[in-house]
């Protein structure tokens, strides 16, 4: 009956896992992710895993009890021994440590791509070395400054921009609906310059067709008015403000880049020339000014420039690059912190749920127990015993948790779409290598326990 029951589980729990795996890769890896494809793979590997308990623990307890066996005499065999001996008994130990490092797995993934996502856009699009607003951002800067960076010699290319906020309209469409404008927040800068401190992924046309009279457009923006390359746009900048007709003559894609790059980089939903930004707006403010080291000029020496140059503007906030990409990773910091305080909370389950069950453990092996003393182990080794055994139930728990909640947190990331996804293998082992010394300080009550047991009530005990 066991032997049938057994081989049930075992084709039950491997076509779960199987197909929950499969599911959780194949909603990963589409494009864009499948939402319900990652949930409910998720649930079905969370479900082949759990049903697999007394199938997948031994071989894996016997890989990580065979060092313990080797090096630690007879209380490291023995502890090898106990985590596989009985199957139901040691998947029931490690459940708690494979649900509560499996959050972890899924949470700290989905943090590393969070973080990826943060500074991968950030660093792939910014080319520049320092960065220039007013300490309020709502006051522009005064023409001067940029003209004072370009005639400095550590500075080899300075872009400056230009924002207002404008009404786009394309006209009546072909299937009669209304001309109604779009609220884009758009910029004036130069478009050499402006390629020499900033990546925008380009799809349609090039940045450096945009002379006078024509126009760039984020790629959402001319979906959301079905603008191409080559087709009219119009602008307006204030109520009752006399229009202007622009040509599309490229289309960039920011999707890729994440939106906390674009919260910290001078990414605009529609570029035009300075020239064609004063004729339509008229104010010859400066929002940004971003600008690049000459080469073989530390941007440190070429910060400090700048700084000099603009002593007499107090107002002028000037930033470096390292300290922007500080900033954009620094606003991930609070949710990080709730997400390390969840590991600490779930470590903590995991440890009761060993203790627990160790303790339980304990009271069905007493007669075992007293045998061991009888045949001359001394307390010190069955304490031993017992603390490599939560070693190895720990490191079981590990390796099935951390894995499973990695591949599923991988996949959120993606789900999520968040423009990177990464495992942090390194923090995912320092993770496991704390849960097996936590598992083993935990395990001190039931081994103090099992070393106190009477040799002569033990032999009693049925």
């Known amino acids: 009956m066991d032997r049938r029951v057994g081989r049930l589980r075992t084709v039950l729990g491997g076509l779960l896992l199987l197909g929950g795996t499969g599911l959780v890769l194949a909603g990963g890896l589409a494009d864009p992710a499948i939402d319900a494809a990652v949930g409910a793979g998720a649930g079905l590997s969370a479900l082949g895993v759990l049903v697999l308990g007394p199938v997948l623990t031994p071989p894996i307890a016997r890989l990580a009890g065979v060092a313990v066996g080797h090096g630690r005499g007879v209380a490291g065999r023995l502890a090898a021994d106990n985590a596989i001996r009985s199957p139901r008994r040691a998947a029931a130990t490690t459940l708690p440590v494979v649900i509560g490092l499996a959050l972890v797995g899924f949470v700290a993934t989905l943090a590393a791509g969070s973080q990826a996502s943060t500074v991968g856009g950030f660093d792939q699009a910014l080319r ?21 960076l370009a005639a400095l010699p550590e500075v080899a290319v300075v872009a400056s921009f230009r924002a207002t906020e404008a009404e786009l309209r394309t006209g009546p469409r072909s299937d009669g609906g209304s001309g109604r404008g779009s609220a884009v927040e758009l910029a004036g800068v130069d478009p050499t310059a402006l390629a020499a401190v900033l990546t925008l992924p380009v799809t349609d046309g090039t940045l450096g067709d945009l002379a006078d009279g024509g126009i760039a457009l984020r790629r959402a923006v001319a979906a959301e008015r079905r603008a191409t390359v080559g087709s009219t746009v119009r602008l307006r900048t204030s109520v009752g403000g006399a229009e202007q007709t622009f040509t599309v003559r490229a289309i960039y894609d920011t999707a890729d880049l994440g939106g906390y790059a674009i919260a910290h980089l001078p990414i605009y939903d529609g570029l035009i020339t300075p020239v064609d930004y004063e004729r339509l707006v008229g104010d ?36 470096g690059r390292d300290a922007l990409r500080r900033r954009a990773a620094a606003e991930l910091d609070p949710a990080l912190r709730v997400y390390y305080s969840l590991f600490g909370l779930m470590i903590l389950i995991a440890l009761f749920g060993i203790v627990n069950t160790l303790a339980l453990s304990v009271l069905e092996r007493t007669r075992e127990l007293g045998l061991l003393r009888v045949l001359g182990m001394q307390r010190r080794q069955v304490r031993a ?42 923090l995912l082992v320092s993770f496991a290598a704390a849960a097996v010394v936590m598992s083993v300080l935990a395990a001190s009550p039931p081994a103090r326990r099992a070393a106190r047991v009477n040799v002569l009530r033990a032999l009693a005990t049925e």
């Open 128 to 148: 520049a070395d320092v960065r220039l607003q007013s300490f309020n951002p709502a006051v522009t800067m005064s023409p001067d400054v940029p003209r004072r």
């Open 284 to 319: 010859p403010g400066i929002a940004e000014v971003y600008a690049s080291a000459r080469d073989g000029v530390p941007s440190a020496a070429a910060q400090a420039a700048i700084a000099r140059v603009l002593a007499d503007h107090p107002t002028v906030e000037i930033t």
């Open 385 to 426: 015993m017992l603390h490599w055994e939560a070693a190895i139930v720990a490191a079981t728990g590990a390796a099935v948790g951390l894995a499973l909640g990695a591949l599923v947190g991988w996949a959120a990331t993606r789900s999520f779409g968040l423009p990177a996804s990464e495992v942090p293998v390194g």
